[in-house]
């Protein structure tokens, strides 16, 4: 996909039910449940880096439109 965003990676909201995620758009963080085998399921969080974020959104900023 060829887009023009400061985000590292777009899901789409029917993704994102389907896996029952959880999003913190503050916190760069996604939380979703995986099944674990034997012990049923947990649940997993992701994050990103705040660093790389910044230097995604700064370079985004400089991107001509």
Sequence with gaps: MDAKTSY???IGRPSLNKREAIVSTPYL????PVD???RGKEVVTL???Q???RECY???L???R
């Design 8 to 10: 590292n990676i777009l």
């Design 29 to 32: 963080a996604m939380k979703f």
């Design 36 to 38: 674990s085998g034997s």
């Design 47 to 49: 994050h990103s880096y």
């Design 51 to 53: 660093r790389t974020a």
């Design 58 to 60: 700064a370079a985004s």
């Design 62 to 64: 400089r991107i001509p």
